[in-house]
């Protein structure tokens, strides 16, 4: 026997780890059997103000702050005024001031140092939370109210409560099925409820048969005709049930699948709005759902989230996801959807049929409380966080082609994306004119190169009629061209309108511009050469033509 519960726990580890390399989240959500911390009756944490009862038969030594478990205070223990009955009339409360998870419960008699002689056979539980109207009475797996209670004034009796109590106030109510004088001693178990919940709305489940019913039977909200609301169930107790949906029909002891049928519902999808405690960044749901396709019984083929602050107005685009049909494995199926951060204090989920049946067990998230102010229906809370636009989302399943399986999500337009969208238009524009303004400058300078050198000298006119006058006054001589050399390319500030500049000094010639005009043209050098004119430091001519001395 030990040899084979060796290999089912190997079996099972073994599966896990090719479920991680296969990429599958394996979480196992809430766990209850960690959830086991004494909430602080027995050590002080619970104050005497948040320990109230319907009367005392005397305060001051067997009132409500005396109901410790193992502690000797005064009396020794709370002791009612009225005896116990099979009426509940007297109740000793606790108030958490928080919402918490309740595993189980204990009591104890009142010892009172070997003088007391009262304890409870029998007890009952109701608890309230802030979502709740009212005040809840407390039923195990297999519908009953009363709990099991002492023996003795000394010994303690603790029940484990299954389904656990997720609430913020717990009474005991003393029971009896004859009349007598009770006292007890009290403690709870169990953790602070940190999922946020406080409750789902949904269709309540349907029968299979005359005697099989898949109907969440630990709902504590309000059940008005199909429609289950403000409650808390079997999808968020923490516990997930057998795999195979039958085992809970024989078995009342075991956790149950809730589940609806497709043909009563003309294919509509299964709509669950789940309600939290503040507004929340989410980032993924799992949702624990059975496979068991040969007996009708598949996984969701898709489903959409929704989000919203108050719960009227569900604004940006669903977060939509299908899920590839799996026809191999038939044990459940944690399927987790990523959220992206989106933000709301409502989720809303649709699941649509993929067979016949859809059983589902548990579903948790992951959430993050939301710092800042929100109204009931703000316009447009998705610019808290800038979210990141995902198109499509990869969720691995063994055995068949994984881009199939994909999530979409688009995002709300946010303020700051318009903004940045005229931001990046402007730029564009900006870059436009840029573009165009060096595409000008680059054909004026083609035309500059590719234009001819303009004339030195007007036209019409003989170049030979011109005349520069000489250093040496004796003599004229032609107007010399300068040397023509390549140009060198235009300056880019020669392109752009600059302040006139001081005009060069003009040159003096014999012809004027006016002559040139009229085309008139002068006449020829004459033939001999003039007599020299007798001036001061003049140059003397030798036999030598070419060499002089000065005078």
Not at 427 to 432: F, G, N, P, Q, S
Not at 533 to 544: E, K
């Amino acid at each position: 026997m030990m040899a084979r519960g060796d290999n089912r726990t190997a079996i099972m580890l073994a599966v896990k780890v090719v479920l991680v390399l296969l990429g599958i989240t394996v979480t196992d959500g809430m766990d209850p059997s960690q959830c086991i911390a004494p909430l602080g009756m027995e050590t002080g944490d619970i104050r005497d103000e948040d320990i109230k009862a319907s009367s005392s038969f005397d305060h001051l030594n067997v009132g409500p702050q005396h109901g410790r478990v193992r502690l000797e205070l005064h009396g020794g223990a709370w002791c009612p005024q009225e005896p116990a009955t099979t009426e509940l009339k007297e109740w000793l409360e606790i108030d958490f001031r928080s919402v918490h998870l309740i595993t189980a419960s204990e009591i104890q008699g009142r010892f009172g140092n070997g003088q007391g002689a009262e304890f409870a056979e029998h007890y009952m539980l109701e608890y309230w939370r802030p979502r709740l109207s009212k005040w809840i009475r407390y039923r195990n797996r297999q519908n009953e109210e009363v709990l099991t209670g002492n023996i003795n004034t000394y010994l303690e009796k603790k029940n484990e409560l299954d389904p656990p109590i997720i609430a913020s106030k717990v009474r005991f109510f003393p029971y009896s099925y004859h009349k007598r004088t009770v006292c007890m001693r009290v403690e709870l178990y169990g953790c602070k409820w940190t999922d946020g919940i406080v409750s789902y709305s949904m269709p309540q489940g349907d029968k299979k048969g005359q005697n099989w019913e898949f109907y969440d039977t630990a709902y504590d909200g309000h059940w008005d005709g199909e429609k289950l609301r403000h409650g808390l169930g079997h999808l968020t107790d923490g516990k997930v049930a057998p795999e195979d949906f039958k085992v809970p029909l024989y078995d009342h002891e075991v956790q149950g699948w809730v589940g609806w049928k497709n043909d009563s519902r003309e294919n509509r999808p299964i709509e669950i709005t789940f309600e939290f405690d503040k507004v929340r960044e989410f980032s993924a749901v799992h949702i624990y759902a059975n496979n068991q396709f040969t007996k009708d019984v598949q996984v969701f083929s898709s489903a959409t989230v929704q989000f919203s602050v108050g719960g009227k107005i569900y604004k940006g685009e669903p977060i939509t996801y299908d899920y590839m049909e799996d026809c191999i494995f038939e044990t459940p199926h944690n399927i987790s959807i990523k959220l992206h951060h989106r933000v709301g204090r409502f989720v809303k989920l649709q699941l649509h049929f993929a067979n016949r049946w859809m059983l589902l067990s548990e579903i948790t998230f992951d959430s993050t409380v939301v710092t800042g102010n929100f109204t009931e229906e703000e316009e447009d809370i998705d610019s808290y966080y800038e979210q990141d636009t995902i198109q499509r989302d990869q969720i691995a399943t063994p055995g068949f082609d994984n881009n199939k399986n994909l999530v979409s999500a688009v995002n709300t337009p946010t303020p700051l994306g318009q903004y940045l969208g005229i931001v990046v238009g402007f730029l564009a524009v900006i870059i436009v004119l840029m573009l165009g303004g060096v595409a000008f400058i680059c054909i004026q300078h083609r035309r500059y190169k590719s234009s001819p050198r303009p004339s030195q000298v007007p036209g019409g006119c003989d170049k030979a009629a011109l005349y520069r006058e000489p250093p040496d006054p004796e003599y004229a001589v032609p107007l010399q061209q300068p040397q023509q050399s390549p140009r060198a390319p235009p300056m880019m500030h020669n392109f752009f309108p600059k302040p006139p500049s001081i005009p060069p000094p003009s040159e003096r010639y014999y012809a004027a511009t006016e002559i040139c005009n009229t085309g008139f043209v002068p006449p020829p050098p004459p033939t001999s050469t003039p007599p020299p004119v007798r001036l001061s430091r003049q140059p003397r001519y030798a036999s030598n033509p070419r060499a002089f001395m000065n005078a």
